[in-house]
């Protein structure tokens, strides 16, 4: 039972990896991996600014910037420099590696404390903490979503060509669109870092295949509300975090060797994508 | 005014598959004209459109908007100015996104003081629900619905009425009634004119329509192989009418 119990906890922390993702690949229909790097960042700063004492109301902003300019940068080799979305997001994430590792110092910080979080509201009860935190980034992201800047941003993934008939710079809009991608991945990465109490220079590593997948699952599990409410499918992307982690909890739980933990990841993924596009048309 | 100088587009320059698809083209443009373009295909219209909104780079020559030069311009500054019909009526709207958020990206277009965390008012509803019901067009319920889901032509009768949100010099419409039913075209023609009765408009009108070529607009432009082969205004445009039109392109 406590597996699963830590399971929802750590779906909590990764839904705003999840609604990152949501943005980057179904947002802006950007295949971006820079992911790896800036969710190993988010828990980097928060681990050395944790050491200093420093309260959690700059901790979090502070990570959340730190993830924009990684973001950016992906976002500026992409459409100033012309490279592929998927090639500017390796090299950031490569690049990545070294800054995390500089910030830290050494490759993995363990943390005196638990969820500082729970600080906020004076309150040690983790619960309360990350359901109100992930309540207020749902709907902080649909209302951004909603308003002007949303409804450009929703339109960039499909028709450039329209957006910039009429006077939207493109560009410096994929680059927005990364950056607050990317401070949503920073943002789980200290959320996870406070969870499991250290960071680790490695802890990044095939985090994306976590988004996507809870991405995957959250609009499978939820496409018979055949609603386009945005709202509710960022919901379905929340659950599809939370329902993730349980899914390979419960798989972990059957005696699996943890060094398996990976694979399983992919299949359960694969699996989900199977299943997901059996059920659409062919075209789409 | 528009003052068009010695434009050239060449695409795929230095191989072997280099068009030269504009070829020194200038133009004078007054305010206030309905200019219909015509051309067999790839001779240049589309490129033309392209070249003046900046989705084309131009190799060499100027372009000037009232005295401004927008060939110094981004794409995306210069739509201040233009507004575009596209041939494509998928290229005109997004198809993931309601009808009423694609008439408020085409609003904002001109929009100086930018409150992107605004959304789409009930007033802006309103305003939308308004012109499309003035419009005629059977889709003034259907605000919410997602723009894939409409057909082409319904679309690029949406898109001309998106158009209108905005204040703008000069429309570019390029083959808009050629994916159209006749019904849909009729509407789309009705809007195109209501529009430039009651606006202090410029419209470009590419078409391969001799009928629509004969019966719209005050200047007739003919396109060859980039360049302009047959310019006629006012009086000289009524003498092409359609037989003589056909024989033009008959000649080749
Ligand atoms: N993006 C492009 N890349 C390379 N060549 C192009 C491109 N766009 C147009 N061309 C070429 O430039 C020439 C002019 O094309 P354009 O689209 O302007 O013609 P058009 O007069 O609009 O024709 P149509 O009536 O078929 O729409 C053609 O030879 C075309 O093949
Ligand atoms: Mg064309």
Known sequence: ?284 | MINIENISVTYNAGTANEVKALQQLSLQVLPKSFVVLLGSNGSGKSTFFNALSGTAQIDSGKIFIDNQPIHEWNAYKRSVLFTRVFQNPLQGTVTGLSVIENFRIAALRTHSSKNIFAGVSTAFRKKVQEVISESGLPLANRLDTLMGNLSGGQRQALTLLMATMADCKVIMMDEPTAALDPRSAELVINTTQKIFQNSPVTIFYITHNMKEAVSLGNRLLIFKEGRIAIDASDTEKQKWDLQRLHGWFDEG
């Open chain 1, 1 to 284: 039972m406590e597996a699963y119990i830590s399971a929802i906890i750590q779906g909590l922390c990764f839904s705003s990896l999840a609604l990152g993702i949501f943005i980057s690949m179904r947002v802006l229909n950007l295949p971006d991996i820079t992911t790896d790097g800036s969710f190993t960042l988010g828990a980097a700063v928060t681990a050395v600014m944790l050491a200093q004492q420093i309260p959690v109301y700059f901790i979090l902003p502070a990570v959340c910037i730190c993830g924009a300019i990684a973001g950016s940068i992906t976002g500026i080799i992409h459409t100033v420099l012309r490279v592929h979305v998927l090639l500017a997001g390796i090299i950031v994430m490569t690049a990545l590696y070294s800054v995390n590792l500089i910030v830290m110092g050494r490759t993995n910080i363990p943390f005196d404390e638990g969820f500082f979080m729970s600080n906020i509201f004076g309150d040690s009860n983790t619960w309360i903490t990350m359901t109100i935190y992930v309540a207020v980034l749902v709907v902080i992201i649909n209302r951004l979503l909603l308003s002007d800047f949303g409804i450009v941003l929703r339109a960039l993934g499909s028709n450039s060509t329209m957006l910039t008939a009429n006077g939207v710079n493109t560009k410096a809009l994929t680059i927005k669109g990364l950056a607050i991608s990317n401070a949503l991945t920073a943002l789980s990465g200290s959320m996870i870092a406070q969870h499991q109490q250290f960071a680790d220079l490695n802890m990044g590593i095939g985090i994306v295949i976590i988004g996507l997948g809870s991405v995957i699952i959250g609009e499978s599990l939820f496409s018979f509300f055949k609603s386009q409410v945005l709202f509710l499918k960022l919901v379905a992307v929340f659950f599809g975090a939370l329902v993730f982690r349980v899914l390979i909890a419960f798989v972990l739980s059957q005696d699996v060797n943890p060094n398996y933990l990976r694979l399983i990841t992919a299949t359960v993924v694969l699996a989900v994508v199977a299943l997901s596009y059996k059920k659409k048309p062919a075209i789409d």
